[in-house]
């Protein structure tokens, strides 16, 4: 198998993650790190890799396969069209773009110059959500009827000692919530409707710590979703799937997706079903699906490696990218003003 050179755009927490991966994965290999801070120079120089100062000067020098942009949200699109335009593929980790509006942007500019985008919703490459949409796309569970995302958990005070995060845009609903934003449009369907609340009662920043929503989705299917970054509860997709070591594993779920012939829970993909007739006094039997572990950002890295060759096409798309921000923005809208806010499906 061919080599594919990647840059790293950004070595923060998730450049690191990303380094990590592409240098303990066959097939990959850093093809440079670019970003101007102390701590990028001395990692690159740790990792006897290249180093610039900058995205562009990086492109041009080290002529990489693919770009990964892993720095703050501001930076993506602007970054990303720089890929686009050299004939450079990418990948965007999330939030795609701060707004819808720069999000269409990115859209436009990769359907125009046919190079591939995928974003960094790294759930959609762990096997758990992919056998859970198999067996949805199988009809086990027959018609949809309704979803519903827990998302609780505790950051500490210290978390918040920067200004960002406790100002709109850097709270748990666009920094979070979004990952499970994105998991229900990948199993469920587009979310076509959302109503919500936030509160920052227990914080008292200006920006949410706690949200609830409600969702329809396209086939008709209803949502509720709970998210709160100042809750103590185990209900969350980072500490029951196991994805990263910083989040001490817990044996509970965090997503249950209900249909009329049966529903499941993740990530422990339990199916429950009747055997016989569907009758509310009969009991339901539980099947125990096995959960493929895997690490979703070596095998998202793999696959990007994979859309380089023309071998697949992305798993996120831009245009995923754009619908998963708009529905978690509407979600937002939807709390500011107290309104039910639809999410018009935008084509490129
Ligand atoms: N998919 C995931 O699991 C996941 C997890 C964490 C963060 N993220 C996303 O990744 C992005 C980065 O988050 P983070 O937590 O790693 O942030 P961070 O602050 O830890 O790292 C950002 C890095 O970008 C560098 N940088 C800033 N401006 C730059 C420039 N002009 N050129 C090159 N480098 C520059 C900074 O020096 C820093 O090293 C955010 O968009 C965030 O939403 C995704």
């Not at 198998?1 to 066959?26: C, F, K, N, S």
């Not at 120079?41 to 020098?61: M, N």
């Not at 067996?135 to 519903?148: C, D, E, F, M, Q």
């Not at 055997?275 to 009991?283: F, Y």
Request: aromatic fraction near 6%; charged fraction near 20%; glycine fraction near 8%.
């Amino acid at each position: 198998m061919d080599t594919t050179r990647l840059l790293v755009v950004g070595a923060g927490a998730i450049g690191r993650t990303h380094i990590d991966r592409i240098r303990r994965t066959p097939g990959l290999a850093l093809a440079g790190i670019a970003d101007p801070s102390d701590a990028g120079r001395a990692l690159a120089e740790s990792l006897g890799a290249p180093w610039a100062p900058d995205h562009v000067s990086a492109l041009d020098r080290f002529q990489p396969q693919g770009a990964i942009v892993a720095t703050p949200n501001p930076q993506h699109v602007p970054m990303a069209l720089d890929c686009l335009a050299r004939g450079v593929a990418v990948l965007v980790e999330k939030p795609l773009a701060d707004s819808v509006a720069e999000a269409q942007q990115l859209v436009d500019a990769q359907v125009r110059s046919g190079v591939p985008v995928l974003v960094g919703h790294h759930r959609r490459h762990n096997p758990i959500n992919q056998q859970a949409r198999q067996t949805i796309a199988s009809g086990k569970l027959g018609r949809l009827v309704g979803a519903n995302a827990m998302a609780c958990f505790y950051k500490p005070q210290g978390y918040f000692d920067m200004a960002w995060r406790r100002e709109p845009g850097g709270g748990p609903v666009l920094i979070n919530l979004i990952h499970e934003i994105d998991m229900l449009r990948f199993l469920c369907g587009e979310i076509e409707q959302v109503q919500a609340l936030a509160s920052n009662a227990v914080r008292g920043f200006a920006v949410e710590d706690t949200a609830a929503a409600l969702l329809r989705f396209e086939n008709g299917a209803l949502g509720t979703v709970l998210l709160s970054d100042t809750a103590v509860a185990p209900w969350c997709w980072d500490f029951c799937a196991g994805e990263q070591d910083q989040y001490p594993r817990q044996d509970v779920n965090a997503l249950f997706i209900a249909g009329t012939e049966g529903s499941l829970s993740l990530p422990d993909l339990s199916l429950w079903r009747y055997l016989g007739e569907r009758h509310w006094h009969h009991p339901i039997v539980r099947e125990q699906r096995t959960a493929l572990k895997a690490d979703p950002y070596k095998r998202q890295l793999q696959h990007f490696a994979a859309v380089i060759r023309g071998e697949e096409a992305p798993l996120c798309s831009a245009l995923d990218g754009l619908r998963t921000l708009q529905a978690t923005r509407a979600l937002l809208d939807a709390a500011a003003s107290g309104q039910s806010v639809t999410c018009p499906v935008s084509t490129p």
